[in-house]
C-alpha cells in the first residue's frame, strides 16, 4: 500500500504534456497548493495557463481537485471557512491573491456557472439584470433593457424568453435556467468564464444546446470548463488538461490528449479502464 | 470607461455599506447580549440582601411569673401550646430599653423583632420544658424593617417622615450592635418555609413543593399521551386524510396558542365542569400537561423522523411487525431527541404563570403542600405574588426567587443539551 | 380505599391476567401435542391484560371526572332551600359543602346536611364506580380468556388495539381545542346576550366594575372593548420595532458573517432570553425599566419645558409606560424571532449565495437583495408567530402595565390590555356568571381567534414555503 502511495507521488511529481503556452496567458497558475484546515490538501503543485479566447477543460475522477481549483480562479473558496491556498494564480499578469485585488472587482471580470443551475428566486429580467444593477453597469433602465436584451441573446435566450420577461426564472426548464444564469453572466461583462460542469444537471438536448453556446461564447471569453463527460470534453474544449488525486497530471491541446495521451494515467482514464 | 473602471467607481461606497451593515449585525448582538447582561445583573444585585437577615441577641426570661404557668414536674404539649409566649421577647426588650413609656414607642420597641419569634420560643419550650424558670440567651430574628436597615438598604439622610425607620429605632439599633446584639446570618428560613405576610419568615419551600407536585402531575399527563400521539401520527397516520390533517393543525396551533386561553380552558372545565379543587397541584399540572403535550408530540415526531428508514427496513425484513420495530428499534433509537424535547417542553411549564392564575393558584398559602389536593401555589406565581406585596424586602425575596427559578431551568437545560451531545447520532 | 389505590389493584390485575392468557397459550402448544400458535404465547397475555385493564380503567377515569359535579347535582335536586339560591350564592354554597363534607364537622345547619347528603353520594359514586369497573374487568379477562386458542391471531389484535389506543391520545389534541372554544363559547354568547356588540367592538369606554349596590359609585359598567384591543396592539407595534428588525439582524449576523466558532457561543447565550419566564421579565419590566423609562419621560418634559415645545411639555409620564412594557417584551421576543428567521436563513440554498456572489456581490448585497427575498415568506411568518405572541403575553403586561383602560397614543402613557384584563376579571372575588366575568370569557375568545388566525397564516406560509427548498 505504501509502495503504491511512492510509485504514485512519482508518477504524478510533474505534469506531462504541455501546461504552459508561448504568448500571454490570461491566466496562469504557479505552484498552487490548497488546503482545507490545514490537514488535508486538495490541490498539489499545480502549474497550468489558459490561453485568451481559448476553452480549456478539466476532467478526472470525482474529487480529483479539478472543481477547488476552478472555485480558486475567481476566489470562490474565500467563503469556505478554514480554506487556504499557495502558490500564485495570476489573471492578465496580476497576482489575484494580492492584497490589493479586491474579490469582488475579481469576479466581475471571472464569471462563473454552476454544476446546478440556480437562477434567483426573481423574474427572468431581474436575474439577469441583477449584476448589472449592482455594479452600476447601466446609468438608467433603457441601458439596463439593452444590457439584458444583449445578454439573453448572446445566451441564445432571447428568443424564448422576450415575451416573459416578467416571470419567475425558476419556472423556466433545466436547460433554459442553465443558459439563464451564463446570461446572468455575461451582462456582468466578464473577461473569463468559470463552468463547473455546466451539463451534469441537463438532458442531452438541453446539453447540445449549451455545448453550442459555449462554442459561440468562445470568441470573446476566456472559458474553464469542469465536466465529467470525456465526449464533451473533447467535443468543446482547444486544450484539455487531466486531474488526479489533487495533482494535475497531464496538459495539452485536446486532440493530443484523446489520441496520444502521454501518461498512463490519463491513458487508464481516457480509455475507460480507471475511472 | 470601460466595464472594469465602472464597477470600481462603485467599489467605495459599495463596502461601506457592507461596513455599516455588518456594524448593525454586531450593534444587534451587542444590545441583546447587554440586555441579558442587564437583566442577570440586575436580578443578582436585587436578590443578594434576600441571602442574609439580621437576627437579635435577647436574654430570654422562661420565668413561670411570665408565662403564667404553675411548676410542676411535666407539662403536657397542650398546656404548652398556649401560653403568652410573646411576652417573652417583649420583655426581654423593655429590660435592654428600660424607661420608654410612650405607647408608640413602646409598640415599636416589640416590633424590633419579627412577630414570628413567639413560634420559634413556643416550638423550643415545647422540644425541652426544662427551660421553664430558666432564662437564657438566644438569637431570635429581626423585623424585616430593622433588617433593611442594618443591610444599609434604608437611608440614614433622608427626613425621618419618609423612612419607615423613625430615629428612635435607629438608635436602639445602633446600640444594640455596639452591644455586639446583632449579627447578620445566611438566611436559612428562605429555604425551609413556606409563604408569610412577614417577609422575614417568608420561603421558598411552599411554592418549591408545589412546583414539583405540578411537574408532576404534567410529566405524567403529557409525556405518554404526547409520544403516543407522535408515534401514531409519525409511523400509522395516513397521508390525506381529513383527520389526520385536523389533529396536525391543531397540534401545531395549539403550541402557538397564548398560555393564558390554557387557564381559561383549566377553569370552566377543569374546576367548574370536574370539580378538580381549585389552587390544587392537581389542576395546575393538568392545565400545563395540555399545553406541553403539543411541544412534546412536536419533537417526538423530530426525533423519530430522524431514525433512517434503512433500519426500520432492515428490521420489517427479518420478519418483525411494524410495531415491534416501533418499539424494539424506532422508540429506543429516537429515546434522547425525545427527552431532550420533553425536558425543554418541562422547564417552558416550570415556568410558565398566566394559566396558573386563573385556575386559583395564586392565592396566599402558608402551609406546605403536602400532596396533589393540597392548596399550594409554584415558583413562577410565587415571584408573582411576592412582587405585588408592598413591603421592601418582598423585592430581595422575588429576586432570590427568580434566581432560584432560574437555577432550575438552567439545570433542566443543561441536562438537555448533555443528553442530546451524549447521545447524538450521526447517521 | 382511595382512587389511587384501587388503581393500583387494577394495575396489580392486569399483571396477573397477562400470566394467565400466556399460561393458557403456552398450554396449548404443550400439551396438544405442541400446536402451532399464531403469535408468541406473551402476545396472548397482553391481550388479555389488555381487555382487562382498558375499559375498566376509560371508565374508571370518566367517572372520576363527572361524580363531583353529578353528587352535587344529585344533592341540590334534595334541598328546596338550595335550589332557591341564586347561582352565585348557590356556588359559594356548594363550596362550603364540599368542604364540610371533608371535615365533618357537625352543627345543623342546611350547608351541613347537604355535606352529609353529599358526601354520603359521593361514596355510594365511589362503590359503583369500583364495582362497574371491576365488573368490566371481568368481562374483559373472560371475553378474551375463552377465545385464547391456537389459531387467534392475537398479536395482530393487540398491535390493533395499541394503534387505537395512539389514536386516541391523538385525538387529544383535537379535544384540547374543542375544549377551550367550548369553555369560552358558552359564557361569550351569554355575554352578548346581556351587552351589544356593537358596545363590544366600537365602544370606548371600559369599566367592568358594577356596582354591587344601587347608589354606589361606578354606575352600571361598560363594556367598550376599543381601549383593550388598541392598548394590545400599541404594545405589540412598539415590541416588534424592537423584536423584528434586532432579532432578523442578529440572525442574518450570525448565519452569514459570523464565523461558526462565534455562531456556537452567541446562539445558545441568545436562547437563555428565549428561556427566561415571563413572570420575570415582567418583575423586571414593572421594577428596573419602568421606572428608569419614567425618569426619560420626566427628562423630556423638562426639555418640552425649557424649550418651549409644547407637546413634550404637557407629556403624560406614567411608570407602567407602553414604552417600557413594549422594550422588554422586544426583547423577549429578540430571541424568538432570532431562531425563526435563523432557520429559513439557513434553508436558502448555498447556490444562491454562490450564484450571488460569482456575480460580484458583496455579503450585505447578497443578502439584502437575493436571500431576504427568497426567505421572505418564512420571515414573515415567523413575524406573525411573534406577533401571535405578542399579543397573548400576560405576565409582562399583568406586572408592568395597568388596569386603567385608556386610548392615549402617548408611548409614556399607560395603557391595558386584553390578557391583563381577563386575568383582573378571573381573579380576585369574582362571582361566577357575573357580566364582569362573562366578559373576561368573551375577551378571552377574541384573543383565541385572533391569535388562531395569525398561527394559521402563519404555519401555512412557513409551511409553503419550506416545501419550496425541500
Same mark, same amino acid.
Given at each position: 500500500?505504501?509502495?503504491?502511495?511512492?510509485?504514485? %507521488?512519482?508518477?504524478?511529481?510533474?505534469?506531462?504534456?504541455?501546461?504552459?503556452?508561448?504568448?500571454?496567458?490570461?491566466?496562469?497558475?504557479? %505552484?498552487?497548493?490548497?488546503?482545507?484546515?490545514?490537514?488535508?490538501?486538495?490541490?498539489?503543485?499545480?502549474?497550468?495557463?489558459?490561453?485568451?479566447?481559448?476553452?480549456?477543460?478539466?476532467?478526472?475522477?470525482?474529487?480529483?481537485?479539478?472543481?477547488?481549483?476552478?472555485?480558486?480562479?475567481?476566489?470562490?473558496? %474565500?467563503?469556505?471557512?478554514?480554506?487556504?491556498?499557495?502558490?500564485?494564480?495570476?489573471?492578465?499578469?496580476?497576482?489575484?491573491?494580492?492584497?490589493?485585488?479586491?474579490?469582488?472587482?475579481?469576479?466581475?471580470?471571472?464569471?462563473?456557472?454552476?454544476?446546478?443551475?440556480?437562477?434567483?428566486?426573481?423574474?427572468? $429580467?431581474?436575474?439577469?439584470?441583477?449584476?448589472?444593477?449592482?455594479?452600476?453597469?447601466?446609468?438608467?433602465?433603457?441601458?439596463?433593457?439593452?444590457?439584458?436584451?444583449?445578454?439573453?441573446?448572446?445566451?441564445?435566450?432571447?428568443?424564448?424568453?422576450?415575451?416573459?420577461?416578467?416571470?419567475?426564472?425558476?419556472?423556466?426548464?433545466?436547460?433554459?435556467?442553465?443558459?439563464?444564469?451564463?446570461?446572468?453572466?455575461?451582462?456582468?461583462?466578464?473577461?473569463?468564464?468559470?463552468?463547473?460542469?455546466?451539463?451534469?444537471?441537463?438532458?442531452?438536448?438541453?446539453?447540445?444546446?449549451?455545448?453550442?453556446?459555449?462554442?459561440?461564447?468562445?470568441?470573446? $471569453?476566456?472559458?474553464?470548463?469542469?465536466?465529467?463527460?470525456?465526449?464533451?470534453?473533447?467535443?468543446?474544449?482547444?486544450?484539455?488538461? $487531466?486531474?488526479?488525486?489533487?495533482?494535475?497530471?497531464?496538459?495539452?491541446?485536446?486532440?493530443?490528449?484523446?489520441?496520444?495521451?502521454?501518461?498512463?494515467?490519463?491513458?487508464?482514464?481516457?480509455?475507460?479502464?480507471?475511472? | 470607461?470601460?466595464?472594469?473602471?465602472?464597477?470600481?467607481?462603485?467599489?467605495?461606497?459599495?463596502?461601506?455599506?457592507?461596513?455599516?451593515?455588518?456594524?448593525?449585525?454586531?450593534?444587534?448582538?451587542?444590545?441583546?447580549?447587554?440586555?441579558?447582561?442587564?437583566?442577570?445583573?440586575?436580578?443578582?444585585?436585587?436578590?443578594?440582601?434576600?441571602?442574609?437577615?439580621?437576627?437579635?441577641?435577647?436574654?430570654?426570661?422562661?420565668?413561670?411569673?411570665?408565662?403564667?404557668?404553675?411548676?410542676?414536674?411535666?407539662?403536657?404539649?397542650?398546656?404548652?401550646?398556649?401560653?403568652?409566649?410573646?411576652?417573652?421577647?417583649?420583655?426581654?426588650?423593655?429590660?435592654?430599653?428600660?424607661?420608654? +413609656?410612650?405607647?408608640?414607642?413602646?409598640?415599636?420597641?416589640?416590633?424590633?423583632?419579627?412577630?414570628?419569634?413567639?413560634?420559634?420560643?413556643?416550638?423550643?419550650?415545647?422540644?425541652?420544658?426544662?427551660?421553664?424558670?430558666?432564662?437564657?440567651?438566644?438569637?431570635?430574628?429581626?423585623?424585616?424593617?430593622?433588617?433593611?436597615?442594618?443591610?444599609?438598604?434604608?437611608?440614614?439622610?433622608?427626613?425621618?417622615?419618609?423612612?419607615?425607620?423613625?430615629?428612635?429605632?435607629?438608635?436602639?439599633?445602633?446600640?444594640?450592635?455596639?452591644?455586639?446584639?446583632?449579627?447578620?446570618?445566611?438566611?436559612?428560613?428562605?429555604?425551609?418555609?413556606?409563604?408569610?405576610? +412577614?417577609?422575614?419568615?417568608?420561603?421558598?419551600?411552599?411554592?418549591?413543593?408545589?412546583?414539583?407536585?405540578?411537574?408532576?402531575?404534567?410529566?405524567?399527563?403529557?409525556?405518554?399521551?404526547?409520544?403516543?400521539?407522535?408515534?401514531?401520527? +409519525?409511523?400509522?397516520?395516513?397521508?390525506?386524510?381529513?383527520?389526520?390533517?385536523?389533529?396536525?393543525?391543531?397540534?401545531?396551533?395549539?403550541?402557538?396558542?397564548?398560555?393564558?386561553?390554557?387557564?381559561?380552558?383549566?377553569?370552566?372545565?377543569?374546576?367548574?365542569?370536574?370539580?378538580?379543587?381549585?389552587?390544587?397541584?392537581?389542576?395546575?399540572?393538568?392545565?400545563?400537561?395540555?399545553?406541553?403535550?403539543?411541544?412534546?408530540?412536536?419533537?417526538?415526531?423530530?426525533?423519530?423522523?430522524?431514525?433512517?428508514?434503512?433500519?426500520? +427496513?432492515?428490521?420489517?425484513?427479518?420478519?418483525?411487525?411494524?410495531?415491534?420495530?416501533?418499539?424494539?428499534?424506532?422508540?429506543?433509537?429516537?429515546?434522547?431527541?425525545?427527552?431532550?424535547?420533553?425536558?425543554?417542553?418541562?422547564?417552558?411549564?416550570?415556568?410558565?404563570?398566566?394559566?396558573?392564575?386563573?385556575?386559583?393558584?395564586?392565592?396566599?398559602?402558608?402551609?406546605?403542600?403536602?400532596?396533589?389536593?393540597?392548596?399550594?401555589?409554584?415558583?413562577?406565581?410565587?415571584?408573582?405574588?411576592?412582587?405585588?406585596?408592598?413591603?421592601?424586602?418582598?423585592?430581595?425575596?422575588?429576586?432570590?426567587?427568580?434566581?432560584?427559578?432560574?437555577?432550575?431551568?438552567?439545570?433542566?437545560?443543561?441536562?438537555?443539551?448533555?443528553?442530546?451531545?451524549?447521545?447524538?447520532?450521526?447517521? | 380505599?382511595?382512587?389511587?389505590?384501587?388503581?393500583?389493584?387494577?394495575?396489580?390485575?392486569?399483571?396477573?391476567?397477562?400470566?394467565?392468557?400466556?399460561?393458557?397459550?403456552?398450554?396449548?402448544?404443550?400439551?396438544?401435542?405442541?400446536?402451532?400458535?399464531?403469535?408468541?404465547?406473551?402476545?396472548?397475555?397482553?391481550?388479555? &391484560?389488555?381487555?382487562?385493564?382498558?375499559?375498566?380503567?376509560?371508565?374508571?377515569?370518566?367517572?372520576?371526572?363527572?361524580?363531583?359535579?353529578?353528587?352535587?347535582?344529585?344533592?341540590?335536586?334534595?334541598?328546596?332551600?338550595?335550589?332557591?339560591?341564586?347561582?352565585?350564592?348557590?356556588?359559594?354554597?356548594?363550596?362550603?359543602?364540599?368542604? /364540610?363534607?371533608?371535615?365533618?364537622?357537625?352543627?345543623?345547619?342546611?350547608?351541613?346536611?347537604?355535606?352529609?347528603?353529599?358526601?354520603?353520594?359521593?361514596?355510594?359514586?365511589?362503590?359503583?364506580?369500583?364495582?362497574?369497573?371491576? /365488573?368490566?374487568?371481568?368481562?374483559?379477562?373472560?371475553?378474551?380468556?375463552?377465545?385464547?386458542?391456537?389459531?387467534?391471531?392475537?398479536?395482530?389484535?393487540?398491535?390493533?388495539?395499541?394503534?387505537?389506543?395512539?389514536?386516541?391520545?391523538?385525538?387529544?389534541?383535537?379535544?384540547?381545542?374543542?375544549?377551550?372554544?367550548?369553555?369560552?363559547?358558552?359564557?361569550?354568547?351569554?355575554?352578548?346576550?346581556?351587552?351589544?356588540?356593537?358596545?363590544?367592538?366600537?365602544?370606548?369606554?371600559?369599566?367592568?366594575?358594577?356596582?354591587?349596590?344601587?347608589?354606589?359609585?361606578?354606575?352600571?359598567?361598560?363594556?367598550?372593548?376599543?381601549?383593550?384591543?388598541?392598548?394590545?396592539?400599541?404594545?405589540?407595534?412598539?415590541?416588534?420595532?424592537?423584536?423584528?428588525?434586532?432579532?432578523?439582524?442578529?440572525?442574518?449576523?450570525?448565519?452569514?458573517?459570523?464565523?461558526?466558532?462565534?455562531?456556537?457561543?452567541?446562539?445558545?447565550?441568545?436562547?437563555?432570553?428565549?428561556?427566561?419566564?415571563?413572570?420575570?421579565?415582567?418583575?423586571?419590566?414593572?421594577?428596573?425599566?419602568?421606572?428608569?423609562?419614567?425618569?426619560?419621560?420626566?427628562?423630556?418634559?423638562?426639555?418640552?419645558?425649557?424649550?418651549?415645545?409644547?407637546?413634550?411639555?404637557?407629556? &403624560?409620564?406614567?411608570?407602567?409606560?407602553?414604552?417600557?412594557?413594549?422594550?422588554?417584551?422586544?426583547?423577549?421576543?429578540?430571541?424568538?424571532? /432570532?431562531?425563526?428567521?435563523?432557520?429559513?436563513?439557513?434553508?436558502?440554498?448555498?447556490?444562491?449565495?454562490?450564484?450571488?456572489?460569482?456575480?460580484?456581490?458583496?455579503?450585505?448585497?447578497?443578502?439584502?437583495?437575493?436571500?431576504?427575498?427568497?426567505?421572505?415568506?418564512?420571515?414573515?411568518?415567523?413575524?406573525?408567530?411573534?406577533?401571535?405572541?405578542?399579543?397573548?403575553?400576560?405576565?409582562?403586561?399583568?406586572?408592568?402595565?395597568?388596569?386603567?383602560?385608556?386610548?392615549?397614543?402617548?408611548?409614556?402613557?399607560?395603557?391595558?390590555?386584553?390578557?391583563?384584563?381577563?386575568?383582573?376579571?378571573?381573579?380576585?372575588?369574582?362571582?361566577?356568571?357575573?357580566?364582569?366575568?362573562?366578559?373576561?370569557?368573551?375577551?378571552?375568545?377574541?384573543?383565541?381567534?385572533?391569535?388562531?388566525?395569525?398561527?394559521?397564516?402563519?404555519?401555512?406560509?412557513?409551511?409553503?414555503?419550506?416545501?419550496?427548498?425541500?
Amino acid at each position: 500500500m505504501n509502495n503504491n502511495k511512492v510509485e504514485l %507521488d512519482q508518477q504524478l511529481s510533474e505534469t506531462v504534456g504541455k501546461p504552459l503556452i508561448n504568448g500571454t496567458p490570461k491566466i496562469t497558475c504557479r %505552484d498552487v497548493n490548497v488546503f482545507y484546515n490545514q490537514d488535508s490538501q486538495a490541490i498539489f503543485d499545480v502549474n497550468v495557463d489558459l490561453a485568451k479566447n481559448q476553452i480549456l477543460a478539466m476532467i478526472g475522477p470525482s474529487g480529483c481537485g479539478k472543481s477547488t481549483l476552478l472555485r480558486c480562479l475567481n476566489r470562490m473558496n %474565500d467563503t469556505i471557512d478554514g480554506c487556504s491556498i499557495t502558490g500564485k494564480i495570476s489573471l492578465d499578469g496580476e497576482d489575484i491573491y494580492s492584497n490589493d485585488i479586491d474579490p469582488v472587482l475579481l469576479r466581475a471580470k471571472v464569471g462563473m456557472v454552476f454544476q446546478k443551475p440556480n437562477p434567483f428566486p426573481k423574474s427572468i $429580467y431581474d436575474n439577469v439584470a441583477y449584476g448589472p444593477r449592482l455594479h452600476g453597469i447601466a446609468t438608467n433602465n433603457s441601458e439596463l433593457d439593452d444590457v439584458v436584451e444583449e445578454s439573453l441573446i448572446k445566451a441564445g435566450l432571447w428568443k424564448e424568453t422576450k415575451d416573459r420577461l416578467n416571470k419567475p426564472g425558476t419556472g423556466l426548464s433545466g436547460g433554459q435556467q442553465q443558459r439563464l444564469c451564463i446570461a446572468r453572466t455575461i451582462a456582468v461583462r466578464p473577461d473569463v468564464i468559470l463552468m463547473d460542469e455546466p451539463t451534469s444537471a441537463l438532458d442531452p438536448i438541453a446539453t447540445a444546446t449549451i455545448e453550442e453556446l459555449m462554442h459561440e461564447l468562445k470568441s470573446s $471569453y476566456t472559458i474553464a470548463v469542469v465536466t465529467h463527460s470525456m465526449q464533451q470534453a473533447a467535443r468543446i474544449s482547444d486544450r484539455c488538461s $487531466y486531474f488526479h488525486l489533487g495533482r494535475l497530471v497531464e496538459v495539452n491541446d485536446t486532440n493530443i490528449v484523446f489520441t496520444n495521451p502521454e501518461h498512463e494515467l490519463t491513458e487508464n482514464y481516457i480509455t475507460g479502464r480507471f475511472g | 470607461m470601460n466595464n472594469i473602471e465602472i464597477v470600481q467607481k462603485g467599489l467605495k461606497k459599495r463596502y461601506a455599506k457592507e461596513r455599516r451593515f455588518k456594524a448593525y449585525g454586531v450593534f444587534s448582538i451587542i444590545i441583546s447580549l447587554s440586555f441579558l447582561a442587564f437583566l442577570l445583573f440586575d436580578i443578582a444585585l436585587k436578590a443578594a440582601p434576600a441571602f442574609t437577615q439580621t437576627y437579635i441577641k435577647l436574654d430570654i426570661d422562661f420565668s413561670h411569673k411570665v408565662l403564667r404557668i404553675n411548676e410542676k414536674s411535666s407539662y403536657t404539649k397542650d398546656e404548652l401550646f398556649e401560653l403568652p409566649y410573646h411576652k417573652l421577647p417583649s420583655k426581654s426588650l423593655y429590660q435592654l430599653f428600660p424607661g420608654i +413609656e410612650n405607647r408608640k414607642q413602646k409598640k415599636a420597641l416589640r416590633k424590633l423583632v419579627s412577630s414570628g419569634v413567639r413560634y420559634n420560643l413556643r416550638n423550643m419550650v415545647i422540644k425541652n420544658s426544662k427551660l421553664i424558670g430558666t432564662s437564657k440567651s438566644i438569637w431570635v430574628l429581626a423585623d424585616d424593617d430593622i433588617d433593611s436597615l442594618v443591610k444599609g438598604l434604608i437611608d440614614r439622610n433622608i427626613p425621618e417622615a419618609d423612612r419607615r425607620v423613625k430615629d428612635f429605632q435607629i438608635a436602639w439599633i445602633d446600640k444594640l450592635q455596639l452591644e455586639n446584639r446583632v449579627e447578620s446570618r445566611f438566611n436559612i428560613n428562605f429555604f425551609t418555609s413556606g409563604d408569610s405576610r +412577614e417577609p422575614e419568615q417568608a420561603g421558598i419551600l411552599g411554592a418549591l413543593k408545589g412546583s414539583l407536585y405540578t411537574m408532576l402531575i404534567t410529566l405524567l399527563l403529557s409525556f405518554p399521551i404526547g409520544v403516543a400521539a407522535a408515534v401514531y401520527l +409519525e409511523e400509522f397516520a395516513h397521508k390525506n386524510n381529513w383527520l389526520v390533517d385536523m389533529i396536525e393543525v391543531n397540534i401545531n396551533n395549539l403550541a402557538a396558542v397564548p398560555s393564558i386561553v390554557f387557564g381559561i380552558l383549566g377553569l370552566a372545565v377543569y374546576i367548574n365542569l370536574f370539580g378538580v379543587p381549585r389552587s390544587a397541584p392537581l389542576a395546575g399540572g393538568l392545565v400545563l400537561g395540555l399545553m406541553t403535550l403539543p411541544i412534546i408530540i412536536i419533537t417526538t415526531r423530530a426525533a423519530i423522523k430522524s431514525v433512517p428508514p434503512s433500519i426500520r +427496513e432492515a428490521a420489517l425484513g427479518l420478519g418483525a411487525s411494524k410495531m415491534q420495530v416501533i418499539i424494539h428499534h424506532v422508540l429506543p433509537l429516537s429515546m434522547p431527541g425525545i427527552l431532550t424535547g420533553s425536558i425543554i417542553g418541562m422547564a417552558q411549564a416550570l415556568g410558565e404563570t398566566a394559566p396558573l392564575l386563573m385556575i386559583g393558584m395564586v392565592a396566599f398559602v402558608a402551609d406546605i403542600p403536602q400532596g396533589f389536593f393540597d392548596p399550594s401555589t409554584v415558583l413562577p406565581v410565587q415571584i408573582y405574588i411576592w412582587s405585588d406585596s408592598p413591603e421592601r424586602s418582598f423585592i430581595a425575596l422575588t429576586s432570590a426567587a427568580i434566581i432560584m427559578l432560574l437555577v432550575f431551568l438552567f439545570l433542566m437545560n443543561l441536562l438537555a443539551i448533555i443528553l442530546r451531545k451524549k447521545f447524538e447520532t450521526r447517521w | 380505599m382511595s382512587n389511587l389505590n384501587f388503581f393500583i389493584i387494577l394495575l396489580i390485575i392486569a399483571a396477573i391476567v397477562f400470566f394467565i392468557g400466556q399460561k393458557k397459550a403456552y398450554s396449548y402448544s404443550m400439551f396438544n401435542g405442541g400446536a402451532k400458535l399464531h403469535s408468541l404465547p406473551n402476545y396472548y397475555g397482553y391481550l388479555t &391484560t389488555l381487555w382487562t385493564f382498558l375499559p375498566a380503567f376509560g371508565v374508571f377515569v370518566i367517572w372520576s371526572f363527572f361524580e363531583s359535579n353529578v353528587s352535587s347535582m344529585l344533592t341540590i335536586s334534595q334541598f328546596s332551600e338550595l335550589q332557591q339560591l341564586s347561582v352565585d350564592e348557590l356556588s359559594l354554597a356548594l363550596n362550603e359543602i364540599k368542604i /364540610l363534607a371533608v371535615t365533618n364537622s357537625s352543627s345543623v345547619s342546611i350547608n351541613n346536611q347537604a355535606a352529609a347528603v353529599y358526601s354520603e353520594y359521593l361514596n355510594h359514586s365511589f362503590n359503583l364506580k369500583i364495582l362497574v369497573s371491576v /365488573l368490566l374487568a371481568l368481562l374483559g379477562f373472560f371475553y378474551t380468556y375463552l377465545r385464547i386458542k391456537p389459531t387467534m391471531q392475537a398479536r395482530n389484535s393487540v398491535e390493533k388495539l395499541i394503534v387505537y389506543v395512539l389514536f386516541t391520545c391523538a385525538l387529544i389534541a383535537i379535544f384540547t381545542t374543542v375544549g377551550i372554544i367550548f369553555s369560552v363559547l358558552f359564557e361569550s354568547i351569554e355575554f352578548f346576550s346581556q351587552v351589544s356588540i356593537t358596545e363590544f367592538f366600537f365602544g370606548t369606554h371600559w369599566s367592568p366594575q358594577i356596582a354591587i349596590r344601587e347608589d354606589q359609585v361606578g354606575g352600571s359598567g361598560s363594556f367598550g372593548a376599543v381601549p383593550l384591543f388598541w392598548g394590545t396592539i400599541f404594545i405589540s407595534f412598539i415590541a416588534m420595532i424592537i423584536a423584528a428588525p434586532l432579532g432578523l439582524i442578529a440572525a442574518i449576523f450570525l448565519s452569514e458573517y459570523a464565523t461558526s466558532q462565534v455562531r456556537a457561543i452567541i446562539k445558545p447565550i441568545l436562547e437563555i432570553l428565549a428561556g427566561i419566564p415571563t413572570v420575570v421579565y415582567g418583575f423586571f419590566a414593572a421594577l428596573t425599566v419602568g421606572p428608569l423609562v419614567r425618569d426619560f419621560g420626566y427628562y423630556l418634559r423638562e426639555i418640552g419645558i425649557n424649550l418651549d415645545i409644547e407637546i413634550l411639555a404637557n407629556l &403624560t409620564v406614567s411608570t407602567e409606560s407602553v414604552l417600557a412594557v413594549g422594550l422588554v417584551m422586544g426583547m423577549m421576543i429578540v430571541p424568538f424571532i /432570532l431562531s425563526l428567521s435563523d432557520d429559513v436563513i439557513l434553508s436558502v440554498p448555498n447556490a444562491m449565495r454562490d450564484g450571488s456572489i460569482a456575480l460580484g456581490a458583496t455579503k450585505s448585497e447578497t443578502v439584502w437583495r437575493v436571500i431576504v427575498p427568497a426567505a421572505l415568506p418564512g420571515i414573515v411568518g415567523g413575524f406573525l408567530l411573534a406577533i401571535s405572541r405578542a399579543i397573548g403575553e400576560t405576565m409582562i403586561v399583568l406586572m408592568a402595565a395597568g388596569v386603567a383602560a385608556n386610548l392615549t397614543a402617548n408611548p409614556m402613557n399607560v395603557v391595558t390590555t386584553i390578557t391583563t384584563q381577563i386575568v383582573t376579571l378571573l381573579t380576585g372575588d369574582q362571582e361566577f356568571d357575573s357580566v364582569k366575568t362573562l366578559a373576561a370569557f368573551a375577551l378571552g375568545l377574541g384573543l383565541f381567534v385572533t391569535t388562531l388566525i395569525l398561527n394559521i397564516i402563519a404555519l401555512h406560509v412557513v409551511k409553503k414555503y419550506r416545501e419550496q427548498y425541500e
